[in-house]
């Protein structure tokens, strides 16, 4: 069974730094896409940053220059680099991987920038 597997979530003050890893397992296919996207209570998903098997990479204007997507493909994984956070910033993240033909998501984990 494919999972996709989170860790790196938690409570940081603001202009304090997390990072996000996530790791797809039971698939015997390299991901086309991996990304993170984050909901914030109240409102839609959306997304944060993308990576494509060829390392190119798409970022929402909130949060160019302070986040950072890199991936490893062989390894069907991917980070998410957070600098400079702001309370704006508090959501659960997804991390999603377009692999084997479908979309997957991880379960979430939860950002919190708060003082």
């Known amino acids: 069974q494919v999972q996709l597997v989170e860790s790196g979530g938690g409570l940081v003050q603001p202009g304090g730094s997390l990072r996000l890893s996530c790791v797809v397992s039971?698939?015997?296919?390299?991901?086309?896409?991996m990304g993170w996207y984050r909901q914030a209570e109240g409102k839609q998903r959306e997304l944060v940053a993308t990576?494509?098997?060829?390392?190119?990479?798409n970022y929402d204007d909130a949060v160019k220059g302070r986040f950072t997507i890199s991936g490893d493909n062989a390894k069907n994984a991917v980070s998410l680099q957070m600098n400079s956070l702001k309370p704006e910033d508090t959501a659960v993240y997804y991390c999603?991987?377009?692999?084997?033909?479908?979309?997957?998501w991880g379960q979430g984990t939860q950002v919190t920038v708060s003082s």
């Open positions: 039971g698939s015997i296919f390299r991901f086309v896409v």
């Open positions: 990576i494509t098997s060829a390392g190119r990479t």
């Open positions: 999603n991987a377009f692999i084997g033909g479908n979309s997957r």
